[in-house]
């Protein structure tokens, strides 16, 4: 393999085609930081609008440090893996307390940051400060196995541990930041997963997966896991012109977002007997008037739901919650000022659409929507 050639053709395709990303701007670290971070398991489309609402509301590390948890929580509404935001918060403390509010520059005091793993380090020190670190993300792994016709199975550890090497060794030194975006950039726009554009990619003429026509079939990715799906139900429980809805724990799946109460349907359970079950398991009280709402088909990275959504009101008892870490009573239009999960603000956004529901008679008849 043509080492040069690779380097310089990457370069020079990079200078040319990149995309104009507020975070190459400058490269200043906060801005890099925030967007590598982002932009873990997110493409950069749907990155974009949150990044540009992230820095306008936090314009710098301190800012992020001082904020209330909703606020992290609501610029993060919708991108998923909210550990993320809570990392981020905890790591901006950590660089006012102990970098006195400078992000830090050396790759060791990096990756001591909580939510930065060796990947996000080498990207930062690279794209923030042009240092010497080689990156492989998923973008990286599928050029580099296609480039080289590499059948290896790469889920397998010491597959991806020699494409860390391979990417060391090709790095140009001095040429950190625009080399690693080079690949990755060449990686998302070029060399797709199904529609790889060989005929104006800079690399086909070393291109060993190109040239042998298997480059569809790569990367390889061992056997496919089976993505679970879940059926899970939920109130939307009224009283007067507002709703009850309550935040989850502050750790474990979603921790620290608001939802409608509710939960998984067991074996044997009807969706109606199994949402009765949950509200006294986790509020201590009865529920009746019972009328579905919607059905809500939702993917999560790795496993689907089916929400079963139910309108109903509060019976007997007095609320208790076991589960959650508060509740509030909420006035429809006030909803979307709390940070939900993205299937609850489906929900949300088609309520309006029954809000007469809440202020009519009594003997309401709720319409069927999906
Ligand atoms: Fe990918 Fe095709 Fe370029 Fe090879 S020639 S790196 S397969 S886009």
């Known amino acids: 393999m043509n080492k040069k050639f690779i380097q310089s053709s990457l370069l020079k395709w990079f200078k040319r085609h990149q995309r104009p990303l507020p975070w190459r701007k400058k490269y200043e670290p906060y801005h890099v930081w925030i967007s590598e971070i982002m932009l873990q398991q997110t493409q950069v489309k749907t990155v974009l609008p949150y990044f ?8 710098d590390i301190r800012s992020v440090a001082r904020a209330k948890e909703d606020k992290i929580l609501k610029l993060w509404e919708g991108l998923g893996y909210y550990s993320r935001a809570r990392n981020l918060q905890k790591a901006a403390r950590m660089i006012v307390k102990k970098f006195v509010g400078k992000f830090p520059r050396k790759y060791e ?3 001591s940051l909580p939510g930065i793993g060796r990947y996000t380090a080498a990207a930062i020190t690279s794209i923030a400060f042009n240092q ?8 990286v792994i599928r050029m580099v196995a296609r480039l080289f016709n590499d059948k ?7 597959v991806v541990a020699d494409y860390w090497k391979r990417a060391g060794d090709f790095l140009p030194k001095g040429r950190a930041r625009d080399f690693n975006q080079a690949m990755m950039e060449l990686g998302a726009l070029v060399c797709t997963p199904n529609n790889p554009d060989c005929d104006i990619c800079p690399l086909q003429k070393e291109c ?6 298997t480059m569809l079939s790569l990367p390889n990715r061992g056997k496919k896991t089976k993505i679970k799906i879940i059926d899970v139900v939920l109130a939307v429980i009224r009283k007067g012109d507002k709703v009850f809805i309550q935040k989850r724990p502050p750790t474990g799946l979603m ?12 074996q ?3 969706p109606q007997s199994a949402l009765r079950r949950e509200i006294m398991e986790e509020m201590g009280i009865t529920i009746k008037n019972l009328r579905p709402i919607m059905k809500i088909r939702h993917a999560y990275t790795r496993f689907k739901v089916n929400l079963h959504c139910f309108l109903a009101e509060m019976d007997k008892g007095k609320i208790h919650l076991s589960f959650a870490q508060k509740g509030e009573w909420v006035r429809l239009q006030d909803l979307r000022k709390y940070p939900f999960p993205a ?5 949300i956004l088609e309520l309006p659409k029954l809000s007469w529901t809440f202020f009519g008679p009594e003997n309401f008849d709720i319409t069927l929507i999906t």
């Open 52 to 59: 540009e609402r992230w820095i306008l509301a936090l314009p």
């Open 109 to 111: 005091d990096i990756l």
């Open 132 to 139: 010497n670190y080689p990156v492989v993300d998923g973008n």
């Open 152 to 158: 290896r199975n790469t889920r397998l550890p010491s």
């Open 208 to 213: 060993l997966g190109y040239k042998k026509g």
């Open 255 to 266: 921790a620290g977002l608001w939802e409608f109460p509710g939960g998984k349907i067991q």
């Open 268 to 270: 044997g359970e009807t």
């Open 343 to 347: 299937a609850d603000v489906r929900l």
